[in-house]
T-cell receptor, first 111, second 118 residues
């Protein structure tokens, strides 16, 4: 079983729709959960950061972590064409800089 | 401006010709890392460095070397590149893990270096 699973299938949604992305993981030591956004021909940039279980909201973005199920989600409300990018989940354990990444989801928001 | 820079951004080379990709950060970060990104495989860590003169292998270190002589620089060396090293390479940096839950595990990525080995 891979350490982090993220279904890499592309996702196309109409503008204004809710985008829902998720990852599962197997390492129970993970406590820090991140979502990175990567635009075409750019490096990943941190979008959301969450420690342990719970929800975090930042504008149109909501990150959820369910450690009991080893499952994390990212929701994008009122999606915009500028949200078109690849979204990668990443996670790490306490005291460890090593990030384990999912494969990424390409999201296309159609005007 | 806080940033991670990489050079070159694009490189075409031939099998066996040694090359170096430079990486520099201006955030005084202790931790630096190199990744490669390939379609269907995602981001995979090549090497990382916890501090000056401290480096260690990541998940896919074969065929690569690194050095960390200065805190700000972390070059990636391909002594004898092969076509299977054709990829998109990213350098990243972050502070050392903090004692508090301060998010210091987050990493800041450079713009990427696209390498083609013929």
């Amino acid at each position: 079983q891979k350490e982090v699973e993220q279904d890499p299938g592309p996702l196309s949604v109409p503008e204004g729709a809710i985008v829902s992305l998720n990852c599962t993981y197997s390492n129970s030591a993970f406590q820090y959960f991140m979502w990175y956004r990567q635009y075409s021909r750019k490096g990943p940039e941190l979008l959301m950061y969450t420690y342990s279980s719970g929800n975090k909201e930042d504008g149109r973005f909501t990150a959820q972590v369910d450690k009991s199920s080893k499952y994390i989600s990212l929701f994008i409300r009122d999606s915009q064409p500028s949200d078109s990018a690849t979204y990668l989940c990443a996670m790490s354990a306490r005291g460890n800089n090593r990030l384990a990444f999912g494969k990424g989801n390409q999201v296309v928001v159609i005007p | 401006e806080a940033q991670v820079t990489q050079n070159p951004r694009y490189l075409i080379t031939v099998t066996g010709k040694k090359l170096t990709v430079t990486c520099s950060q201006n955030m005084n970060h202790e931790y630096m890392s190199w990744y490669r990104q390939d379609p269907g495989l995602g981001l995979r860590q090549i090497y990382y460095s916890m501090n000056v003169e401290v480096t260690d292998k990541g998940d896919v270190p074969e065929g690569y070397k690194v050095s960390r002589k200065e805190k700000r620089n972390f070059p990636l060396i391909l002594e004898s590149p092969s076509p299977n090293q054709t990829s998109l390479y990213f350098c990243a940096s972050s502070p050392q893990p903090g004692l508090a839950d301060s998010g210091q595990e987050t990493q800041y990525f450079g713009p990427g270096t696209r390498l083609l080995v013929l």
